[in-house]
């Protein structure tokens, strides 16, 4: 069974330059979520997804990050513009939310970088 | 900010050797998981524990969960340089079901 697939795995920018990440989940995974993860720190949550309904968004930045998942399977993260304080991993994950706890599998993370 | 503790920060040992990193809150959760993640990669789930004093093995590794939901360790025996990684935990609180909040992680690094 394929992993949490994101592209691309590295992105180096200019500030002030847009950017965007893509995921694609665990096939059958209705739960879909966008992490940042800072050097040094865990991954803190941004945007989770129930289907194509965001159900979670209090931690993204909406003056320049927005994020979609149209038709509840992919999604795209988008921020605009960039500042240097975006330079980070940002990882997805998603999960079932069938069975017990919630359990996330992640993807491999995109690494910005905004110079 | 970070609601979960870990500490240490940073444990290099030899191989061979046992080491315990430990997960501390104030908050109780119903649920607490540990991740690991090598560089380059996203994190990879270890284990799952949920009921206070909870202890689970998985081969070399022994999680346990605090009495009040509100601690974990775990702990490495005879460690090998494979077990090298960022040891994550992350909690789940029962009002707020699919958010993990996630501790700072602590790097080990187990030469050879």
């Known amino acids: 069974e394929a992993g949490v697939v994101q592209s691309p795995r590295y992105k180096i920018i200019e500030k002030k330059q847009p950017v965007a990440f893509w995921c694609n989940p665990i096939?059958?995974?209705?739960?879909l979520y966008w992490y940042r993860q800072n050097l040094g720190q865990g991954p803190e949550l941004l945007i989770r997804?129930?289907?194509?309904?965001?159900?979670?968004d209090s931690q993204l930045p909406k003056d320049r990050f927005s994020a979609e998942r149209l038709k509840g399977v992919d999604s795209t993260l988008k921020i605009q513009p960039a500042e240097l304080g975006d330079s980070a991993v940002y990882l997805c994950?998603?999960?079932?939310?069938?069975?017990?706890?919630?359990?996330?599998?992640f993807g491999p993370g995109t690494r910005l970088t905004v110079l | 900010t970070q609601l979960l503790e870990q500490s240490p920060q940073f444990l290099s040992i030899q191989e061979g050797e046992n080491l315990t990193v430990y997960c501390n809150s104030s908050?109780?959760?119903?649920?607490l998981q540990w991740y690991r993640q090598e560089p380059g990669e996203g994190p990879v789930l270890l284990v799952t524990?949920?009921?206070?004093?909870e202890v689970k093995k998985l081969k070399r590794l022994t999680f346990q969960f605090g009495d009040a939901r509100k601690d974990s360790s775990l702990h490495i025996t005879a460690a090998q340089p494979g077990d090298t990684g960022l040891y994550l935990c992350?909690?789940?609180?029962?009002?707020?079901?699919?958010?993990?909040?996630f501790g700072a992680g602590t790097q080990v690094v187990v030469t050879p």
């Open positions: 994950a998603s999960s079932s939310g069938r069975g017990s706890y919630n359990e996330q599998f």
């Open positions: 096939s059958g995974h209705n739960t």
């Open positions: 997804y129930e289907n194509e309904e965001a159900v979670d």
């Open positions: 908050s109780v959760f119903s649920s």
């Open positions: 524990v949920v009921t206070g004093g």
């Open positions: 992350a909690g789940a609180s029962a009002d707020s079901w699919g958010k993990l909040q």
